[in-house]
């Protein structure tokens, strides 16, 4: 019993049950927006007028995070041994770049759409990687003494504003 507890804390002591709830709510995402009702016409037009650019440029900023990571990537939030701190780049317009890159997909996709269910899951991701991103944080300031100065002068989710 005691190894299996210390398997346990060892499994997490990196993040590795965020990930973990991340996958879950993929999933969610991919089985679930089919249920749920949809909007009348007029809010259909709205939400195609602001989903199509929201979700484009969600994908865009998830691209090219992915892109300026490079070996720094990890699906955990703990970062690696041997990492280094971005902050060009999209890293220099918001600090967890592949996280609001899939909060915009995710709320373009249920507003295009017009789907209760998936414009939800949009606002489920948000709070859910914001939690995620806290708790990453943390581990960041440890690691990189310069961490608060950048905390400070770019926003966390969303683009000059949070």
Do not use: C
């Not at 317009?93 to 899951?121: C, D, E, F, M, Q």
């Not at 914001?130 to 926003?155: C, G, H, I, Q, S």
């Amino acid at each position: 019993m005691n190894d299996e507890m210390t398997l346990a804390r060892r499994f997490g002591e990196r993040g590795e049950w965020w990930v973990v709830a991340q996958g879950a709510l993929f999933v969610v995402a991919i089985i679930a927006p089919g249920k749920g009702g949809t909007w009348s016409p007029g809010w259909r037009r709205v939400g195609r007028i602001v989903g199509i650019p929201l979700a484009g440029t969600g994908v865009a900023m998830t691209r090219a995070a992915f892109r300026t990571l490079g070996d720094n990537l990890t699906a955990l939030p703990h970062p690696k041994d041997d990492a280094t701190l971005m902050q060009g780049g999209v890293y220099g317009i918001v600090r967890h770049p592949i996280y609001s890159g899939v909060i915009s997909t995710a709320l373009g996709a249920g507003l295009l759409t017009g789907n209760r269910t998936r414009t939800l899951l949009g606002v489920i991701f948000f709070a859910f990687f914001d939690a995620k991103a806290r708790r990453e944080e943390a581990w960041l300031v440890e690691k990189f003494p310069t961490y608060p100065a950048y905390r400070r002068a770019v926003k966390k989710l969303i683009p000059f504003v949070y």
